[in-house]
């Protein structure tokens, strides 16, 4: 008898709690949904006040203190995005008047979430259309007064800028609410399947904005590095590259050791000399080389600390890192590039056949390591100088060195010594 008592007592515990945890989940479902609906009137409003305060005056007002190619670049798709959101506040509206008749939510998102593509247009050109604002405001002393009024009329207290980017923000908070609301509606619930597919489209949406905005970023990055260039520099802007990283190597040269400022793409590696100038850095172009047939050699601290050398059918060099941490870290970064092209390069078909035939270029022996020809042994003067064999890379005398070959890489008669010229014909 007791034993069934005690039964009971427990049975009635856990369907309180568990009444208990329904009645909290119902709670915080009921101020999602009010959440939903608050942002969303919120955001509705700013929508209309960019179009009534800003768009439509602009359009209007005669001498035009915008073109209307500006005007659509600055404003984009807002008078669309307003005009779905205008009617999803509406909806969401209704629905909240019933709402303790009929908790449904989900079924909205469905039925719109087609729409909110548009939303992917707009942020993709919002960078272009802040700077295009930013560069005609600095420009007319009468759109800047006219901005600085409507800014202080709007009733928002926020500016042009900080409305603009409203859009930007609001799929990845629809996003965020969609994940509160299904995490407090119950599996038995009829809402729960429509919510968990608005949550996967609006999801689809939000992905398909990030990686537009990922993309944007990712091409400004290379042409701001482009910009910084000076030279015979080609254009840097390619299908599928990516910046990994950039900064100071010493390259070995044939008189000398020079700071070269490298960049490493996702399949190429670009370098130059810094030119001084007052701001932002400017260099000098020296060369692309393609990452694809290319061979990183790492090399023991017996000759240069911390070097490495790169093996390139155009250029090979050696190059010196600020600390053994720093080549690792190079190293790296070009293994893991040349792997990728590796496995993937001819299915992103950025690769040329021609390419991987190519000899590869011979890293050449700095002019202080040679104090006598590497052929006959007879010593350099000032008269007797040094030449560089284009295909071993070695310092040799000019007699040594008389002869000329047409090599893979250079494509017309280069001066080669005469042992390499044995072996080549």
Known sequence: ????????????????????????????????????????????????????????????????????????????????????????????????TQWYQSKKLGEIFIRLSPYF?????????????????????????????????????????????????????????????????????????????????????????ANIVNESIREKQKMEKILSIQKRFTGACPPLLAPLRTFIREGYLTKVCRKDHKKRWFILFSDALVYGTKIETVGAPIYKFHRLLLLHGSKLSKLDDSKFKNS?????????FTLIAESEQEKQSWTKSIEDAQNFLSKHGSSLNILKKE???????????PDSEALQCMECQIKFTTIRRRHHCRNCGNVVCGKCSDQKWTLDQNKKDVRVCKACYNYLS
């Open 1 to 96: 008898m007791n034993n069934q008592l005690l039964g009971n007592l427990c049975a009635a515990w856990v369907s309180r709690k568990r009444y208990k945890q329904l009645v909290t989940k119902e709670i915080n479902r009921d101020k999602v949904a009010k959440e939903i609906l608050d942002t969303e009137l919120i955001y509705v409003k700013n929508l209309e006040t960019i179009v009534s305060h800003y768009l439509k005056p602009l359009r209007a007002i005669n001498p035009p203190l915008l073109s209307p190619k500006s005007i659509n670049i600055i404003f984009g798709h807002i008078e669309d995005l307003l005009s779905i959101n205008k009617e999803l506040s509406i909806k969401i509206q209704d629905k909240m």
């Open 117 to 205: 593509k548009l939303y992917t247009e707009y942020c993709s050109n919002y960078d272009k259309a802040i700077a295009r604002l930013k560069q005609k405001t600095e420009e007319s002393k009468d759109l800047s007064m006219f901005l600085k009024k409507k800014n202080s009329e709007n009733g928002t207290g926020l500016d042009l800028i900080s409305l603009l980017i409203m859009p930007v923000q609001r799929i990845p908070r629809y996003k965020l609410l969609l994940q509160s609301l299904i995490q407090y509606t119950p599996l038995e619930s009829p809402d729960y399947k429509d919510v968990d597919k608005a949550l996967e489209s609006i999801s689809e949406v």
């Open 308 to 316: 490495f050398q790169i093996i390139h059918s155009i250029k090979s």
């Open 355 to 365: 390419e991987v035939t190519l000899q590869s270029a011979p890293v050449w022996v």
